[in-house]
């Protein structure tokens, strides 16, 4: 990351925390549930494409939900979720590790690892199907992608600028997630994803994150070019199955 960029306050602490954290004690090999595959299954059966997240809280969000994520995992994919997220960073967003294994022990659909990952080695902590990588956060981003493709992860790549879009193609990226928003102020803009979709290779996996919480919002993304829709605290937010089924179901 440039030293030189500004980021909100929050994610300072966020970075500042992660930089403390280690990695595992053995380097893991995964053999990974395809998330493409999944999100691409979803639209052959007229299902919106939608990674469910498990986000007992955020920076950006009032209140904590603490069910169990085993229970919430089922929910989602009893909604018709495609593939899961999971927090594991634990000191801002409630998440752990522990979460995503049992989530993972629980259900059969891809699960994705959503932390603050910076180094190789934290790349070691927990078993997942795929893992988020911010490409504004990391410092050797094409080495990052490679070794969580020698475990047999499957990287996340996630970008807000055309210029950090470029940096995820250049690194190897086959995933893509757009981040609505900003992480130097925490405006969210739908019109970040319509305005950066149209420059990623037709054989890239689009992920549209953050601001999609209603079917309109994310009918939007999908006409924009979204392969598959990041949601959290809309799914959250009351009764997780209902919401899930509302938004696969709803937003064609």
């Known amino acids: 990351m440039n030293a030189s960029e500004e980021v909100a306050p929050a994610i300072e602490s966020i970075l500042a925390a992660a930089d403390e ?35 007992p809280t955020s920076p950006t969000t009032d209140g904590r939900r603490d069910d169990d994520p085993a229970a919430l995992a089922e929910a989602l994919v009893d909604g018709g979720a495609a593939a899961l997220s999971v927090l594991t960073e634990p000191d801002h967003f409630g998440g752990s590790p522990g979460a995503l ?16 990952i910076r180094r190789e080695e934290q790349l070691d902590v927990v078993e997942a199907d795929a893992v988020l990588l911010i490409a504004r956060f990391v410092d050797d981003l094409a080495g990052l992608v490679a070794a969580a493709r020698e475990r047999g992860f499957q990287p996340l790549v996630e970008v807000h600028t055309r ?11 086959e995933i893509v997630g757009i981040n ?15 305005e ?25 993304m999908r006409r924009a070019g979204a392969d598959g829709l990041l949601v959290g605290s809309a799914l959250m937010d009351g009764d997780v199955e209902t919401n899930t089924r509302r938004l696969v179901e709803g937003a064609k």
Do not use: C, M
């Open 21 to 55: 954290r280690g990695g595992g004690d053995r380097r893991l090999s995964v053999a990974a549930r395809s998330l493409p595959a999944a999100l691409a299954a979803a639209d052959e059966e007229n299902r919106v494409p939608v990674i469910g997240e498990i986000k």
């Open 163 to 173: 210029d950090e879009l470029d940096d995820a193609l250049a690194a190897g990226a």
């Open 101 to 116: 294994q049992r989530v993972r022990e629980t259900v059969s659909v891809p699960v994705l690892r959503k932390d603050f």
């Open 196 to 220: 950066l979709a149209p420059h990623a290779p037709e054989d890239v996996t689009l992920v549209a994150e953050s601001g999609i919480a209603s079917e309109e919002d994310a009918a939007r």
């Open 180 to 194: 609505n928003r900003d992480l130097a102020r925490l405006e969210v803009s739908l019109s970040t994803f319509e």
